[in-house]
């Protein structure tokens, strides 16, 4: 019975994309996903917990914004592109060591959102789900309204592509890169944290680069 269990926590936890089988990475050494560099990434790697993930053209693309809020939206591509844009130049760190410096991510400041939705007494943090119907982070508050934040559309100055989470992700600068969920649809405010995939498996939930998870990497902003 215990040999079963442990066998399905690690097949959930290391569920492999076809690329990542394709290229034969080592998934236990790896628990954050997992992964194999990007053709053409520039040292980013492939990170799913879901085995597929599906595609969302730009025209069927939506993001709900609720929960604790007095004016529920949902955003097409299109009402998202027509917002003001914030571009960010950092280093992107993952928590499992490797580092991309100086990427360019552009986009929405979460903030924006929250304020157009007007988040109500009560609420403290803000929960966010993912089109892999797999994955989900969250935040506090406070954190969700750094103007580090973003409701990203582009990296690397070009439009988020399917693999990088697109045609929408989130992405925390300040935090190690498991906190950028990837296909990004729904933000939901709520009253608190509520762990994330990863945090529910370990990880820290205030996830500072250099200042979290044991790691003492050189903060990125
Ligand atoms: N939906 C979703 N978002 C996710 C992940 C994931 O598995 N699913 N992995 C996280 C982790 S651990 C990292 S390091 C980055 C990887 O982003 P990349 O695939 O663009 O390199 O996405 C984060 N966001
Ligand atoms: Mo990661």
């Known amino acids: 019975m215990l040999g079963l269990g442990v066998a399905g926590v690690a097949s959930a936890r290391y569920v492999q994309s076809g690329l990542e089988s394709f290229l034969g990475a080592a998934a236990d050494k790896d628990p ?3 992964t194999s560099l990007l053709p053409n990434g ?5 990170y799913s917990v879901a085995a597929s993930v599906p595609d969302r053209s730009a025209a069927d693309y939506r993001l709900t914004v609720d ?6 939206a949902t955003y097409t591509l299109d009402a998202l592109r027509a917002l003001p844009q914030t ?5 992107v760190q ?6 991309v410096p100086g990427t360019p991510f552009a986009g929405v400041q979460l903030s924006r959102l929250l304020d157009a939705a007007g988040v109500r007494p009560g609420a403290g943090a803000v929960r966010f789900t993912c089109f892999d119907g797999a994955y989900s982070e969250s935040l506090t ?3 969700a309204r750094r103007d580090d934040v973003l409701v990203a559309l582009s990296m690397q100055d070009k439009p988020v592509s399917h693999a990088h989470g697109g045609p929408v992700r989130l992405y925390v600068a300040p935090m190690y890169f498991y906190k950028s969920a990837k296909w990004l649809s729904g933000i939901t ?3 608190k944290v509520e762990r994330g995939f990863w945090e529910e498996r370990g990880y820290d939930t205030d996830a500072w680069v250099g200042r979290s998870n044991g790691r003492q990497d050189t903060p990125t902003s």
């Open 42 to 46: 520039g040292g980013f790697r492939y």
């Open 141 to 143: 508050l406070e954190q």
């Open 94 to 99: 993952c928590v499992t060591g490797w580092r």
């Open 87 to 91: 571009r960010l130049v950092r280093d």
């Open 67 to 72: 929960g604790l809020v007095t004016r529920p």
């Open 189 to 191: 405010v709520t009253e």
């Open 32 to 34: 954050t996903g997992l």
